[in-house]
């Protein structure tokens, strides 16, 4: 397994997004597909913050994009009282990568929101589906 050529086309060569989230990113790579997995059980947020070299803030705030509004990962929390979350690699395709990010890109006027706009505006489900019906 290797990372889709389409991550690196099309967000890691994106100017909109922040170095330290491209790292986010890149970690999540490493912790899953970089061990021949498409998942991985014990992610902590610590992990993220240690491995991508990012602060707390900027970890939660990529995590957040990555998972909630381009979907590249799904983020399943674990127990209540575990620090780790499970991390597992959506099985998009180009097409579908690139349908997420310009609707992010329409609903925030970027690709990759503020903490403050995902605060007022979170990235939801709805949210992307109802930003894709006025196309249609």
Request: aromatic share 10%; glycine share 4%.
């Amino acid at each position: 397994m290797a990372v889709p050529n389409y991550v690196a086309d099309e967000i890691v060569a994106s100017k909109e997004v922040p170095h330290a989230a491209k790292s986010v990113l890149y970690f999540l790579f490493r912790a899953t597909v970089g061990w021949n997995k498409l998942s991985d059980v014990q992610i902590s947020l610590s992990d993220i913050e240690k491995g991508a070299a990012v602060s707390r803030h900027t970890a939660i705030h990529a995590v957040a994009v990555i998972c909630d509004c381009w979907k590249i990962f799904t983020k399943t929390r674990g127990q209540k009282g575990r620090q780790y979350s499970r991390y597992t690699l959506a099985a998009l395709t180009v097409e579908q990568l690139m349908d997420r990010v310009w609707l992010v890109g329409d609903i925030y006027g970027t690709i990759f929101p503020t903490p403050e706009q995902l605060a007022k505006l979170p990235c939801t489900e709805a949210l992307i589906h109802k930003a894709r019906q006025s196309y249609t």
